[in-house]
């Protein structure tokens, strides 16, 4: 395992362009805390641009799990967005007042009275 992380903040670009893109940006909350993120990227890409380096816990060990191909192969950028939870953030636009919170280990199932009866047609 290397020391060194996979992701690092950028910085402001100079001159005109800083100026555009100070006003393409957009608020959202992580784990209740405000962000000022770039608009129209994904969560995921907003969140790492913003300095965030832990999205999720694993439900076995709780080793901290960051965004890893950013394509929606590999899980490990699961937030909960929302309110809904193991959302992947690398597919998800970035919206204004958009609520996300870490996931942190194994999320519950519904109860049964809450679940749709058609996706339990067979009984199983």
Sequence with gaps: MTSK????VLSPAAGADAKA??????????NDQALSV??????????????????????????????????GACFECLVEID??????????????????HSQEGARDLPPLSDMNPLENAHGR
């Design 5 to 8: 992380p996979l992701f690092r």
């Design 21 to 30: 893109q100070a006003e393409a940006t957009i608020q959202i909350w992580f």
């Design 38 to 71: 770039p608009a129209g990227r994904s969560v995921a890409a907003a969140l790492l641009a913003a300095g965030v380096q832990r999205f999720r816990a694993t439900p076995v060990s709780g080793a901290p799990r960051a965004p890893y191909c950013m394509m």
């Design 83 to 100: 309110g809904m939870p193991s959302r992947q953030s690398c597919l998800v636009a970035v919206q204004d007042g958009m609520r996300i």
